[in-house]
């Protein structure tokens, strides 16, 4: 069950704004042991939500590494989203109405911030594990920094210090897309929808790249249908994809996420390299890479692990891409498994 926390005070963003107060969704797993060392925070994703059972498939299972009889899971939905944390839909106090396109940019360190009041409501100094994959990965990273003593390990998966230009590039396709939707600015929760299932389309192949394409999308028989011979099987899928995405979130939270991305360097006002930032790094860590994804590349992972001071490097080999830490879940498990019995 979802449950709410209410933070009456005011929320200042880094672009200057101020939130009246913000409400932040939240799930937990399990029970919190005697001396409250058996606590897990996850850390989720773009378009994810705080239910981590229900978009991290067979990981909160008995022997996984959300394991909810051995540990107590949080995770929160970060802000700006479409799950319950203050974001675009979300009513202005002082309006009455939803801010819509007037929500202000946020960051990955005004995301984590919410979630230290959280942390803070909750009674939670420290835990056993901060883990998070993607824009999860990043909020891990802002958090470790801003409060070294939060975390005792921390994994990272499939993720980079920096938004490199590449993935930029596939986040303003997407922006370009919702914008140019004639619906997108008009004051309501559906507006931009068809510009956000074509924004889906193209980040689902930055998500899976071509060898997960190819393996999953061929065409049954013969290429061409004598019927149709301009039809695909791909062509449905993406249309389809789409649609999911639109029937459940909407296109003010996805250009300001994806802006928010956009915006993540760990070396942003530190006054160093993104390399001397991560040697600053004080909890143990765990990279975990993947083979075929494009977006956050095993580069992205090495730098990673080789500046960390305390860091070890795992890779998922997979043909499903940035994906692959969803879809290879027996892999991820093993190797946080093995993470948090060193």
């Given at each position: ?7 009456p ?6 672009c200057?704004?101020v ?9 937990t797993?399990?029970r ?5 060392s ?8 773009l ?10 498939p ?15 899971i ?34 990955v360190r ?26 999860g ?22 993720t ?26 008009e ?37 061409t249908d ?28 996805y ?8 915006a ?25 890479g ?10 992205d992972?090495?730098q ?39």
């Amino acid at each position: 069950m979802v449950l709410t926390y209410h933070s009456p005070t005011p929320f200042e963003l880094e672009c200057g704004a101020v939130l009246p107060g913000i409400d932040i969704a939240y799930h937990t797993f399990g029970r919190l042991n005697a001396d409250a060392s058996n606590i897990i925070w996850v850390c989720h994703a773009l378009t994810a939500n705080s239910d981590v059972a229900d978009w991290w498939p067979n990981t909160v299972v008995p022997g996984g590494f959300l394991d909810p009889e051995q540990y107590f899971i949080v995770c929160a939905n970060v802000l700006g989203s479409h799950y319950g944390t203050t974001g675009p839909l979300s009513a202005d106090p002082a309006t009455g109405s939803p801010r819509f396109n007037s929500f202000p940019e946020i960051t990955v360190r005004d995301i984590v911030g919410a979630h230290r009041l959280l942390a803070d409501h909750l009674g939670i100094r420290r835990v056993k594990l901060l883990i998070g994959s993607s824009l999860g990965g990043f909020q891990c990273m802002e958090w470790a920094l801003i409060d070294p003593d939060f975390a005792e390990r921390v994994a990272l998966v499939a993720t980079s210090a920096r938004t490199s230009p590449w993935a930029a590039a596939f986040n303003e396709s997407q922006r370009m897309a919702i914008e140019a939707d004639p619906t997108y600015g008009e004051p309501r929760p559906d507006a931009g929808r068809r510009g956000l299932e074509a924004a889906r389309s193209i980040a689902l192949l930055s998500y899976r790249g071509a060898p997960a394409y190819n393996l999953t999308q061929a065409d049954r028989g013969a290429m061409t249908d004598p019927q149709s011979p301009f039809r695909r099987r791909v062509h449905s899928y993406q249309r389809h994809q789409g649609e999911k995405l639109s029937a459940r979130f909407n296109a003010y939270s996805y250009h300001r996420l994806s802006r928010a991305v956009d915006a993540h360097d760990i070396a942003r006002d530190r006054g160093d390299s993104v390399e001397q930032v991560l040697r600053t790094f004080k909890p143990k860590a765990l990279v975990v890479g993947i083979t075929s994804d494009i977006l956050f590349t095993l580069a992205d992972a090495r730098q990673l692990a080789d500046n960390i001071p305390d860091a070890r490097l795992e890779t998922i080999s997979s043909d499903f891409g940035h994906d692959g830490f969803l879809v290879e879940h027996a892999q991820l498990n093993t190797i946080i498994c093995n993470f948090l019995k060193q």
